[in-house]
C-alpha cells in the first residue's frame, strides 16, 4: 500500500482495533484538545457531562426495531438497556422492525407507557420525528437521539463525514490513486449516513485525475435478503463489465451487501479489493479468510454510544442539564490481519447483548 503506513494512519487517523472496545482512540485526544477551544455543537462522546446519580428511578423507553442484519443496532440497544439497569434505571421497550414507519409507530406507543425519557433513532430524521418530540416535551417526557438528530434534545452519533474520509482516504492510497470503483449500500434514502458517505467518496474520487466512480450499485433495505441481493447486484455489474481489469474496488457501505460482492467476485473468479463499513460476526469471520477479497472495514461503536445514551437519558430524567449538542463517536476501522481478533472482541458482546435483551423482546 502506498502512501501512510498502518501505523502512520493509525497515529493520523486515530483508529485501531482496540477502539472497538475502548472506543476512543489516538487521534480523539487532539480533536478533544479543539474541539475545547471552539465551544460549537460538535462535540466528541468524551465531552459529554459526566453522569452522577442522584438517587431518583427513571423509566427510559426503547424501541426495538433491528432486525436480524442489524447487528451493530442491537449491541448499542443492549448498552442503552445495562446502562440503564445498572444505574438502577427501569428500561420499557417496543418491540419492531427495521423501518421508519415501525420506528415512529414504536415510540408513539412508549410515550403511553408511562417513561421519563424517550430514546429516538436510528433511521428517523429530526423532521420526521419532530412531532413525536413536541408531544414528548408537551407530557413532560425528555428526548435523546440514538445516531440521529432529534429536535431540541442531545443525540450521539456516528461521525459520518469521519467515516467517509478514512475509507477514502484507504482506498486511494490502496490503489495508489489510480483505477475504477463502485461503491454499494442500501437503497438511497433507506438510511440517510449511508447516503452521505456514499456521496462523500464520490467527491473525494472526482478530485483524483486516475481514478473513476462508477454509478452506485443499488443494494437493498434491512427487511430483505441483503446477502443475496448484494451477490446478485454484484454478478450483475461484473457481468456488464466483463474486462478482468475494468474495476479495481467494490466499496460497501452495508456488511451484508459487502459479503454477497466478496461472493460474486469469487463465482466469477474476478479480482477486485473490497473494502467494508459495519462489521458482523459473519463479515469478520469471511474477512479473517486469507482467500476473502475483503481487505479493510470501517465499524460505527454502537456500543459506545449505547453507554452514552443510556447515561444522558438518566441525566435527563433525574432533571441534569444536558447541551442539545450531536456528539460523535470516533471511527474504528481494521485491515485484514486485525479481522480475527475484531471477531472474538465481537462475539463475546454479542451474547451478553442477545441474553440481555431477549429478557426485553428483542
Known amino acids: 500500500m502506498t502512501g501512510f503506513s498502518k501505523e502512520e494512519m493509525q497515529e493520523h487517523i486515530g483508529f485501531?482495533?482496540?477502539?472497538?472496545?475502548?472506543g476512543l482512540g489516538a487521534g480523539v485526544a487532539a480533536a478533544g484538545v479543539l474541539a475545547a477551544t471552539a465551544q460549537s455543537a460538535y462535540a466528541l462522546t468524551s465531552e459529554i457531562p459526566k453522569f452522577v446519580s442522584n438517587g431518583k428511578k427513571v423509566k427510559v423507553g426503547l424501541?426495538?426495531?433491528?432486525?436480524?442484519?442489524?447487528?451493530?443496532?442491537r449491541r448499542g440497544c443492549w448498552r442503552i438497556a445495562q446502562t440503564v439497569l445498572d444505574n438502577g434505571g427501569e428500561l420499557v421497550t417496543v418491540r419492531g422492525e427495521p423501518s421508519k414507519q415501525?420506528?415512529?409507530d414504536s415510540a408513539r406507543q412508549l410515550l403511553d407507557r408511562g417513561i421519563d425519557v424517550l430514546v429516538l433513532g436510528i433511521y428517523s430524521q429530526e423532521s420526521e420525528t419532530a412531532y413525536i418530540v413536541d408531544e414528548a416535551h408537551r407530557r413532560g417526557i425528555k428526548t435523546v437521539g440514538f445516531m440521529v438528530p432529534?429536535?431540541?434534545?442531545?443525540?450521539?452519533?456516528?461521525?459520518?463525514?469521519?467515516?467517509?474520509?478514512?475509507?477514502?482516504?484507504?482506498?486511494?492510497?490502496?490503489?495508489?490513486?489510480?483505477g475504477t470503483i463502485v461503491q454499494t449500500?442500501?437503497?438511497?434514502?433507506?438510511?440517510t449516513p449511508f447516503d452521505m458517505e456514499v456521496d462523500q467518496l464520490a467527491l473525494m474520487t472526482k478530485f483524483e485525475p486516475r481514478m473513476k466512480m462508477l454509478p452506485f450499485m443499488t443494494g437493498a433495505t434491512?427487511?430483505?435478503?441483503?446477502i443475496s441481493k448484494g451477490r446478485e447486484n454484484a454478478l450483475s455489474l461484473l457481468q456488464s463489465n466483463p474486462d478482468p481489469e475494468s474495476i479495481q474496488a467494490i466499496v460497501s457501505w452495508w456488511w451484508p451487501l459487502t459479503v454477497g460482492a466478496s461472493q460474486a467476485l469469487t463465482q466469477m473468479g474476478r479480482k477486485a479489493v473490497v473494502a467494508n463499513h459495519y462489521f458482523?460476526?459473519?463479515?469478520l469471520t469471511e474477512m479473517a479468510s486469507p482467500d476473502s477479497p475483503i481487505a479493510f472495514s470501517t465499524d460505527v461503536p454502537y456500543h459506545t454510544a449505547g453507554d452514552k445514551i443510556g447515561e444522558i437519558a438518566l441525566a435527563l430524567g433525574q432533571g441534569q442539564d444536558i447541551p442539545n449538542y450531536v456528539y460523535h463517536v470516533p471511527v474504528t476501522a481494521i485491515e485484514k490481519s486485525e479481522a480475527a481478533a475484531a471477531l472474538k472482541d465481537l462475539k463475546e458482546m454479542d451474547q451478553k447483548a442477545i441474553a440481555l435483551l431477549k429478557n426485553y423482546g428483542g
Do not use: H
Open 16 to 22: 485501531s482495533r482496540r477502539q472497538i472496545l475502548a
Open 63 to 73: 424501541g426495538l426495531c433491528y432486525g436480524p442484519f442489524n447487528q451493530p443496532w
Open 102 to 104: 415501525s420506528e415512529q
Open 150 to 178: 432529534v429536535k431540541d434534545s442531545p443525540s450521539v452519533q456516528e461521525d459520518t463525514w469521519a467515516t467517509g474520509t478514512a475509507m477514502g482516504y484507504w482506498i486511494q492510497n490502496k490503489l495508489a490513486r489510480q
Open 185 to 191: 449500500a442500501e437503497d438511497r434514502g433507506f438510511y
Open 222 to 226: 434491512s427487511t430483505s435478503d441483503e
Open 280 to 283: 458482523s460476526d459473519q463479515l
